[in-house]
């Protein structure tokens, strides 16, 4: 089955850096394209960056833009987010997501959410 495991959240200071990763497995991974969502404290999720299969395009929300970068490695079906210059805003629960179609039916995966703290 599809699963999307995330690693590499905690506390970090404001102005410091994080990286998450996100394994997945269940799936050709090479032929999907990647997400990171995430979801503040009573707010709603969010998307915060996306990769398509090939790298050949990314898009992040304006918010994150020019602070975070989105990559994969295919060999390694791993999707990382490089977190830079963290601000207390960035204070959420990052998601992994997927989704693609099987059988003409699109279906969407998430994985089990990992916590990002800015704060001093």
């Known amino acids: 089955q599809v699963q999307l495991v995330e690693s590499g959240g905690g506390l970090v200071q404001p102005g410091g850096s994080l990286r998450l990763s996100c394994a997945a497995s269940?799936?050709?991974?090479?032929?999907?394209?990647m997400s990171w969502y995430r979801q503040a404290p009573g707010k709603e999720r969010e998307l915060a960056a996306r990769?398509?299969?090939?790298?050949?395009?990314?898009n992040y929300a304006d918010s994150v833009k020019g602070r975070f970068i989105i990559a994969r490695d295919n060999a390694k079906n791993t999707v990382f987010l490089q977190m830079n210059s963290l601000k207390p805003d960035d204070t959420a629960v990052y998601y992994c997501n997927t989704r693609f179609s099987m059988g003409g039916v699109f279906f969407t995966f998430w994985g089990q959410g990992t916590q990002v703290t800015v704060s001093s």
């Open positions: 990769i398509t299969s090939n790298t050949e395009s990314t």
């Open positions: 269940g799936f050709t991974f090479s032929n999907a394209a």
